[in-house]
């Protein structure tokens, strides 16, 4: 289970955020919305550990994150709001790096791999290099590395920008394969596609959920 408790963070002494509290179970996708800067984006870079909080906790499995970060991102699968891929690799190349990289077994690699690629549709690329791709296919391989390992936490921010309306449609039965296995948690703005598919929707507003 995750768990973000009490949570405040400001890159000023004005507090972006104000004693965000709030509990994903295993199996539930919670969205979170809000205008542009609210904070979604700070709130998601802090449950992946790459900020620390002024106050309060994240915690998995009741254990705070921030006392072993390593050890916690090894279950967490994070789509950032801007992705960066390596540009000259094909895509399988870039997801096979991706597997080794992250510790994954070698004779679960190819199983992992060929999982997340039926998943987000990207069958038809996997021998394309990366800096040929769409926007929207880029996103999908991002999308793919994030679920590489099943990870029983997934952090997806923006999560349907650039998006067309073929994955658009997909996206309920995505995040259905990656809940069965995972806490989810989705940032955006696209209420009524969000609705199809979310145990929860949170809104942030003044700093506060």
């Keep these: 289970m995750l768990e973000v408790r009490s949570i405040s963070f400001g890159f000023t002494k004005t507090p972006l955020l104000r004693d965000v509290s709030f509990v994903v179970s295993p199996g539930e996708v919670v969205s979170i919305t809000g205008r542009n800067g609210c904070g979604k984006t700070t709130l998601m870079r802090l449950m992946a550990t790459l900020l620390v909080p002024q106050s309060g906790q994240v915690l998995f499995d009741g254990k705070d994150a921030f006392s072993d970060p390593l050890k916690y ?20 190349e870039y997801l096979l790096y991706r597997a080794r990289i992250k510790g994954e077994a070698p004779k679960r690699i190819r199983r992992r791999i060929d999982d997340a690629v039926q998943l987000v549709r990207i069958s038809d690329i996997l021998r394309r290099p990366i800096r040929d791709l769409s926007q929207g296919q880029k996103k999908r391989v991002a999308l793919a590395d994030a679920l590489l390992l099943r990870p029983r936490v997934l952090l997806l921010d923006d999560l349907m920008a650039a998006f067309d309306g073929e ?32 145990s929860r929707i949170l809104v942030l507003e003044g700093g506060r959920l």
């Design 167 to 198: 994955m658009r449609e997909a996206m309920g039965e995505i995040l259905k394969t990656a809940a069965a296995f995972s806490s989810v948690v989705v940032t955006g703005h696209e209420l009524d596609e969000m609705e199809k598919w979310s």
């Design 73 to 92: 991102r090894q279950q967490l699968g994070y789509l950032p709001e801007n992705i960066a891929l390596y540009e000259d690799m094909a895509v399988r």
